[in-house]
């Protein structure tokens, strides 16, 4: 048995009294585990089956198998901050993307973006970085150098499905976008780090408009971004 530290994205019951885990570990990448008797009523697994929580699990993580995860204890349990809603609504969205996203290839990303997610005080930011970085990986990166039909620097609109900017005459249905939103796009997919500035702004309409993009390239929906986009 090698125990390995990581996150628990997701927990469902499975079987009778068991529950299924899945756990995006340090050393073997995204995983589902089973936790035994998590649901039975004197289970002293309670802990080990905590969402968006670091744990240790102690399993024989074996490939091409389901493991049974036969010890380790909590290490985080962001008890703070587990009382805020918004934190688990955005905390719930951090992981279905990561759970649907998730690419071996660049797992250290996926962990840090999901270790970062959950302590960040400013979780929107750092899920438009990951979802960013998605894009990139992804190849489906939009044209923020100008509008896309005619080249035009004077841009008024970020249109998802034309993949980038448009400008003041081939904008459509006269959806103009706030400027900020224009500056931010073109910052995130050209500089390294653009926090500061995401930090003055309404970064959540940022964050849609990522997010909407996501969806219609890379043909995903994902439900917890509804809920919060309901709220
Ligand atoms: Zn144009």
Not at 30 to 51: A, C, D, N
Not at 186 to 199: H, N, V
Request: proline share 2%.
């Amino acid at each position: 048995m090698n125990p390995d530290c990581g996150y628990v994205l997701a927990v469902v019951p499975y079987r009778e009294h068991d529950a299924m885990i899945t756990f995006l570990s340090e050393n073997h990448g995204l995983m589902r585990l089973i936790l035994p008797g998590y649901y039975k009523p004197k289970s002293k697994q309670g802990k080990l089956g905590l969402e968006y929580s670091y744990v240790k699990y102690e399993s024989k993580f074996n490939d091409n198998q389901l493991n049974r995860i036969t010890g380790g204890e909590l290490l985080d349990g962001y008890l703070t901050r587990r009382s805020d809603f918004d934190w688990l609504l955005y905390s719930s969205c951090l992981s279905e993307i990561t759970i649907r996203c998730y690419d071996e290839e660049y797992h250290d990303l996926f962990y840090a973006m999901f270790a970062k997610g959950l302590r960040d005080t400013s979780q929107v930011i750092t899920l438009i970085e990951l979802v960013k970085n998605i894009i990139e990986i992804q190849g489906i990166t939009p044209d923020v150098t100008g509008c896309v039909i005619c080249g035009s620097s004077l841009i008024s609109q970020f249109s998802v499905e034309q993949g980038g900017y448009l400008c003041q005459q081939h904008v459509r249905n006269h959806r103009h976008n706030q400027k900020e939103l224009l500056i931010a796009l073109k910052g995130l997919f050209t500089r390294e780090s653009i926090r500061d500035y995401l930090e003055e702004i309404d970064a959540k309409q940022v964050l849609s408009v990522l997010i909407d993009y996501l969806e219609y390239h890379g043909d995903y929906k994902f439900n917890s971004w509804k809920l919060i986009s309901n709220v």
